[in-house]
């Protein structure tokens, strides 16, 4: 069993929206990612999905509103729900979700990340 440096571990983040493994729990992949500007409007059908904010500020856009997150806040988006994160300036993001959970959920474009890489 090894400590994991969450800090260590966003210094070896180059690319926004591209998010990286740093642990398992069970069947969730614990991922880190840092986000700027908007991302897609999706939805993740079979899956929750967990924001933390380690640094920054992250918007969740919703269709009926939009939920922000500041440092040290979290927010779980349950499946079926259609959302769209977008961060304004970069954020420092950890995110719990099932390994079956793609980053794009039904949409498939640049931004989709098939296969994730541990870090």
């Given at each position: 069993?090894?400590?994991?440096?969450?800090?260590?571990?966003?210094?070896?983040?180059?690319?926004?929206?591209?998010?990286?493994?740093?642990?398992?729990?069970?069947?969730?992949?614990?991922?880190?990612?840092?986000?700027?500007?908007?991302?897609?409007?999706?939805?993740?059908?079979?899956?929750?999905e967990?924001?933390?904010?380690?640094?920054?500020?992250?918007?969740?856009?919703?269709?009926?509103?939009?939920?922000?997150?500041?440092?040290?806040?979290?927010?779980?988006?349950p499946k079926?729900?259609?959302?769209?994160?977008?961060?304004?300036?970069?954020?420092?993001?950890?995110?719990?979700?099932?390994?079956?959970?793609?980053?794009?959920?039904?949409?498939?474009?640049?931004?989709?990340?098939?296969?994730?890489?541990?870090?």
């Amino acid at each position: 069993m090894n400590k994991i440096s969450v800090s260590e571990k966003f210094e070896q983040i180059n690319h926004y929206w591209e998010p990286k493994i740093i642990g398992e729990v069970n069947d969730s992949y614990i991922k880190l990612a840092k986000f700027k500007d908007e991302f897609v409007w999706h939805v993740h059908e079979h899956e929750d999905e967990m924001f933390y904010v380690i640094q920054g500020t992250l918007t969740i856009r919703f269709r009926d509103g939009d939920v922000v997150l500041r440092e040290h806040e979290c927010m779980i988006v349950p499946k079926g729900v259609e959302h769209m994160p977008f961060a304004e300036e970069e954020v420092h993001v950890m995110l719990v979700e099932a390994k079956s959970t793609l980053n794009t959920g039904n949409v498939e474009n640049e931004k989709t990340v098939k296969h994730l890489e541990k870090i």
